[in-house]
């Protein structure tokens, strides 16, 4: 063992020890698409859950492969197209480490089975790209204390974080509610393959940290993405790392763990998505020339609205809006409400909500310093 993985264990942030830890691992992989493709294969050539050390790699995803797979989820070959990606995933995995310990699900994630599959694993890496999945992922890993690997991407544009209820905020923290307004998955908006190689990667390395434990962690200078999160623009280069606070009012992570429901979203959310088509600034622009009266509202974090926001604008970020009663007290209901943020997607969130509340609230795309 120690010659195949003789690059980390030189590290001394790893060595043998911690190379023995990452092979008692038992991570499960939500999603073998563009995230979970490159998560897998850098967790399996790393010596994550093998079988000789009573660790596993769980695969559950339950699409076949199609050619538009191909450009960004590269654990696939043209081969398989028609084939289960759990079983596909895994057989290609196999070919790069045959001492790996597999599982594969390639049936439906609901809430009926959720909390007998995750109950079997340590580490949770969300490679899903709907947000009905994300929350039910996120409502049974606090059920069973897990800690989730987050990773989203849009255009050029990725985010990772780890969602550790006990150890930091929730998925529901920072969106406490599904989106009823359209937000554009990468099928709809599209992506580069190697942004979501990019987050993919990513996740596989902090998924490497958790496994190595947080006293580990700790000893050796390893910081896990527990509380913060982490954003980046291909387009730039620009990467930021943001701090993600505990909500004092979330739904879920401030609820006891026993009395926390899982419940199917998707139907709801489907049912209730209406496309809306975004504003640019010309659009608002004219939409001021014709005298309309305008509320412009940032929906980004503290950190964020420092570092610029547009002259004018209202600062309620985004968990307060939907959780607190007093958050609208200085809204006009009666404007044109006109959301923004970073990049399209907690400004979406938000009018949403608003427009539940009766109220005009458009989503407006801008650039912004980061």
């Known amino acids: 063992m120690s010659a195949r993985y003789a690059r980390q264990i030189v590290l001394p942030e790893i060595g043998e020890a911690g190379q023995v830890l990452l092979g008692k691992a038992r991570i499960l992989v939500v999603g073998a698409g563009g995230l979970g493709s490159p998560a897998l294969l850098y967790l399996v050539a790393a010596g994550v859950g093998l079988a000789s050390h009573g660790g596993r790699i ?43 310990q597999f599982a594969t699900y390639s049936h439906r994630l609901n809430a009926a089975n959720i909390l007998d599959i995750l109950s079997d694993y340590d580490i949770i890496i969300d490679g899903t790209d709907n947000f009905a999945t994300k929350y039910l ?19 050029f544009e990725g985010q990772v ?53 947080l006293a580990h962690c700790q000893q050796h200078g390893l910081d896990p993405l527990i509380g913060k999160l982490l954003v980046f623009d291909a387009l730039t280069w620009d990467i930021r790392k943001l701090d993600l606070d505990k909500h004092p009012k979330c ?12 419940a199917n979203e998707e139907r709801a959310v489907c049912e209730t998505q209406q496309p809306v088509k975004p504003i640019s600034l010309r659009d608002l622009s004219d939409l001021w020339e014709t005298g309309v009266p305008v509320t412009l509202i940032d929906v980004r974090e503290h950190a964020e609205w420092a570092s610029g926001h547009l002259d004018g604008a209202l600062h309620i970020p985004l968990g307060r809006l939907l959780s607190e009663e007093d958050a609208l007290v200085d809204i006009n209901r009666s404007d044109v409400l006109v959301v923004y943020c970073q990049h399209g997607i907690r400004s979406a969130h938000a009018v949403s909500f608003l427009r539940s509340k009766g109220m005009e609230a458009l989503n407006l795309l801008v650039d912004l310093p980061s």
């Open 58 to 100: 769980g695969i559950f995803d339950d699409d076949a492969v199609d050619a538009s797979n191909l450009q960004r989820q590269i654990v696939f070959r043209e081969l398989d197209q028609g084939a289960t990606k759990a079983e596909a995933a895994r057989r290609h995995l196999s070919a790069l480490n045959s001492a790996t």
């Open 161 to 213: 974080s780890i969602f550790w209820a006990n150890h930091g905020p929730c998925y529901r923290c920072i969106y406490p509610r599904a989106p009823t307004a359209h937000v554009p998955n990468c099928a709809e908006a599209g992506t580069l393959g190697g942004i979501a190689g990019v987050v993919g990667a990513i996740q596989a390395v902090e998924a490497c940290k958790l496994a190595l434990g």
């Open 137 to 155: 992922i996120n409502d049974a890993a606090l059920k069973l204390n897990k800690p989730v690997v987050y990773g989203s991407i849009l255009g």
């Open 251 to 262: 739904p879920c992570c401030m609820t006891p763990p026993e009395q926390i429901t899982l």
